[in-house]
Every structure is written in structure tokens, then in C-alpha cells.
């Protein structure tokens, strides 16, 4: 599975300038150029880039100081594309999974979807329209700086929460994926294989699930039609904008999502049968000390509690010493446990031959040993085909020294963190090797379908004699 050059999509065009005033007013991508695909420049799998707070942060002055501006989501996404390549010509893992492909599968690339810029022109102007008090009338003239970084970043997630603004961002992010993917397949023609993933960020998470969770199939839909659906939050039968692609894999990253749901549906915050209509795989990846990540396995069964997140491994392989450490410890007790567990057994076994045994004390035993097993179960439901929801990130040695001072940059840490690019990578082939695996599966079907049509097809005329 050959990676050709990541920053292919943004070189190709006519000028970086292009580049940064098409993520600047909120058109990911131009593909108007004459981008010519070649076989080894095959684009088999776009990661679109929701974007959430942070995109607004990035040119905040405080104070009047001149501080580094955060990188936009276009810089981004950069990263994660030269992660992406430099981890697979590293990784040994990864080249080895691209094996089972076909040979033709090409790379994937990382496109930002940039919503921040639109939602403010269109809410501005329906502000100018109505001529109401706005947010800029009732804030105090006291620390304009910090003032405006609040009112930039933080009031973004109470639009979200009004009806109103809740339409108008998921109109404004539903038609900025639907224009990246058109103008991946005009463009890219025969190149563009047209597997989508979504990665989205923070508050980009929590519309990417309003989004995808009422979708409809596509064959029930026409290709401008809008749509209900009954998703898990189901926010009053509202006409929600429908998708024109399936997404193979969903990774929400540092996403508050589970305290939408748990808000919305405090009783039954997630069934163990819901899935997304039109995406299989969802995983909720988190930093350990990021304050605005939260779970989402034990919405589906809270005694999922008692279960650790699943770690995601470095990038090279394996654990860092902290965690190896514990993991020592934890297999030590684990198998103090079993060989004590396996002496009580054994005593046990010896009373119940010679008649000593209480029936009630071996129904208690049988119980208890049943509940301690258990214990380290966990009920994922149907959202991630049964497989394991939430996955963390390892923090660095230095991080853990002291965990308040580096949770404040924790929620802006995902870009760079090459253990995350690897993980993605790794998915993304997996659900190429699952897709595949399903085709052969359906195809062998209607073999065997067509074959069985004919074993009972009605007899020829000449022989109903």
C-alpha cells in the first residue's frame, strides 16, 4: 500500500495562498486546479477534519503580548500528513497490514473542514436582520481581550445548545463534507477511490455525531433531499441535511459527547443495539489529562466503569515505563489470584468427594467466583461492532510530574502526537481489510444464491410429461 507524498493535495494547487484562503473562508479545498492523478499518487482515503474551539483561539491577543498564534486546523492537518507518512516508512506493523491489500490502494490524506469562519458571517448577519441585543451589547468593557476570547471560543458550545445556531452549524458542516468529497471525486476522477473517514475534535465531535446519527441509508434518499431521522439525542424531529458518502471509520478526539448524551437522555444515555446509521466503526480517543474528554462505554453499561480505557501503544510498540510498571504489578496480582483461586478449587473438590459440601455454600461459590470474573467484562454494544469504544493516549514521562500544569495544553495536544497517527493508520487499513473481507462475503453469497435458483428452477416442457 504505497504512501506517496502527504502534501500533495496542498502542493498541487496554484499557491499556498490558494490553500490558506480557501480553509480561511471555510472552502476546505480547491480542486479547481488541473490536478493530474497518477497511479502512484492514488488517493484511496480522505480524513476529513472537523475542527472544534481551538480554531478559534489561534490569533487571540492577551494582554497585548505578543504571544505565538495556535496552529489552524490547515497546520494541523499538515502534521498529521507527515505523521502519517514518516510512521509508514517506519512501521514495520503497518506495512506488513498493507500487504494483505490489493497493490493499487493508494494514500490517505488529511483534509480540514473549517467551520468557525461561515457560522460567524451567517450568525452576524442574522443578528444585523433582527437587530436584537447582541452577545456585544451585554459584554463588559473590562478585559476586551479575555472578554473576546470568551465570547469567541466558549459561547461557540452555547450556539450549539440553541435550536437556532444548532441548525445553522450542522447545515454549514454537513455542506462543507458534502463539497470536499464532490469535488475529491470530480477532480480525482478514477483516482479517488471514495472511502471517507471523519476525525473530529472537541466541539467538532459533538456535530459530527448530530450529523451521522440521523442519517439515512442511501437508498432511501435522493441526492438533495433532506431527511429525519431518529438518532439516539433525536432533537424534536428536526430536518436534518443528509450525507453523500458512507464513513468507514469516526475517531472523536478529545470529545465531550458523552455529556450531550448523558444531558439529553439522563435515564438511557446510550442503547447497547445503537449504532450510527452510515458508520460502523467509532472510536473516542483521549489524552488522560484532558479536562473536556469524556467516556463513552459506560453510557452503554455503567459497570463498564470499572474497566479501564483501552491503552493505545507508542508508536514504536509497547508501553512507557510508567505503565509498564503497573501493568507488572497488575499481572503479579492476577496471577497471585488465580493460583490462590486454583488451591480453593482444588480444596473445595476434595470436601464436595467426601459429602461435606453444603449445596446452598456451592451455589454462593459458584456466584461469587462468576461475579468476580465478571468484573473485568465489558459490554461495548453494537456502536463500534462490538469492539472496544474508548481508547487512551499514553502521557510522556514528563507529563505525569505534574499532571494539573499540563492539562491546560492536554486538549490541544492530538496533532502532533505520533502514538494517535498511528493508531489512526492502523484502523484505517483495518476497516479496508473488513470491507474487503465483507465484499468476498456477499459476493460468495449470491454465488451460492444463484446456484440454489437453479437447483430449483422449474423443469423444462419437454419433461413435464
Known amino acids: 500500500m504505497p504512501y506517496a507524498d502527504p502534501d500533495s493535495f496542498v502542493e498541487n494547487l496554484e499557491s499556498r495562498q490558494e490553500y490558506d484562503e480557501a480553509s480561511t473562508l471555510a472552502a476546505p479545498l480547491s480542486f479547481s486546479n488541473a490536478y493530474t492523478y497518477e497511479e502512484e499518487e492514488r488517493c484511496d482515503h480522505l480524513v476529513l477534519v472537523v475542527h472544534g474551539i481551538g480554531e478559534m483561539m489561534r490569533s487571540v491577543d492577551i494582554f497585548g503580548l505578543a504571544l505565538p498564534p495556535l496552529s489552524s486546523i490547515a497546520d494541523c492537518c499538515g502534521f498529521m500528513r507527515k505523521n502519517h507518512n514518516a510512521l509508514f516508512k517506519e512501521s514495520s506493523e503497518l506495512k506488513s497490514l498493507a500487504n494483505i491489500l490489493s497493490s493499487t490502494c493508494g494514500r490517505v490524506d488529511y483534509i480540514p473542514v473549517e467551520w468557525h469562519e461561515k457560522f460567524n458571517r451567517l ?115 428536526a430536518q436534518y441535511p443528509q450525507l453523500m458518502f458512507d464513513v468507514a471509520n469516526t475517531f472523536m478526539i478529545g470529545a465531550p459527547v458523552p455529556v450531550f448524551l448523558l444531558i439529553r437522555n439522563q435515564h438511557r444515555p446510550m442503547n447497547p443495539e445503537y449504532s450510527l446509521p452510515v458508520c460502523s466503526r467509532v472510536f473516542n480517543i483521549f489524552h488522560p489529562y484532558d479536562p473536556v474528554a469524556y467516556r463513552i462505554e459506560p453510557l452503554i453499561n455503567p459497570r463498564n466503569r470499572k474497566v479501564e480505557p483501552e491503552l493505545i501503544p507508542d508508536w514504536r510498540g509497547g508501553y512507557r515505563m510508567q505503565y509498564q510498571t503497573k501493568l507488572f504489578w497488575k499481572n503479579l496480582v492476577n496471577e497471585t489470584y488465580q493460583r490462590q483461586q486454583y488451591l480453593i478449587d482444588a480444596l473445595e473438590a476434595g470436601i464436595r468427594q467426601i459429602g461435606l459440601a453444603d449445596p446452598a455454600d456451592e451455589d454462593d461459590a459458584s456466584t461469587a467466583s462468576e461475579g468476580s470474573n465478571s468484573s473485568n467484562m465489558i459490554e461495548c454494544g453494537q456502536l463500534n461492532g462490538g469492539r472496544r469504544i474508548d481508547y487512551m493516549l499514553q502521557e510522556s514521562e514528563v507529563e505525569t510530574a505534574n499532571e494539573y500544569v499540563f492539562a491546560l495544553g492536554a486538549h490541544s495536544a492530538y496533532w502532533a502526537a505520533k502514538d494517535l497517527t498511528m493508531f489512526i493508520a492502523r484502523e484505517i487499513i483495518l476497516s479496508e481489510i473488513e470491507y474487503g473481507f465483507d465484499c468476498r462475503l456477499e459476493e460468495e453469497e449470491v454465488e451460492v444464491d444463484s446456484a440454489q435458483n437453479e437447483l430449483i428452477s422449474p423443469l423444462p416442457a419437454w419433461q413435464n410429461v
Open 123 to 237: 450568525s452576524r448577519k442574522s443578528k444585523v436582520k433582527t437587530r436584537d441585543a447582541s452577545l456585544h451589547d451585554i459584554t463588559l468593557n473590562t478585559i476586551p481581550s479575555m472578554r473576546a476570547l470568551a465570547n469567541d471560543t466558549l459561547l461557540d458550545v452555547m450556539y450549539f445548545m440553541s435550536p437556532e445556531y444548532h441548525d445553522l452549524l450542522i447545515d454549514i458542516v454537513t455542506e462543507e463534507l458534502n463539497t470536499v468529497v464532490s469535488k475529491a471525486k470530480k477532480y480525482g476522477g478514477d483516482a479517488f477511490s471514495g472511502k471517507v473517514s471523519i476525525m473530529a475534535h472537541s466541539l467538532g465531535s459533538i456535530i459530527t455525531w448530530d450529523i451521522l446519527s440521523h442519517q439515512l441509508p442511501h437508498e432511501h434518499i435522493q441526492p438533495s433531499s433532506e431527511s429525519t431521522s431518529s438518532g439516539v439525542q433525536n432533537l424534536q424531529e
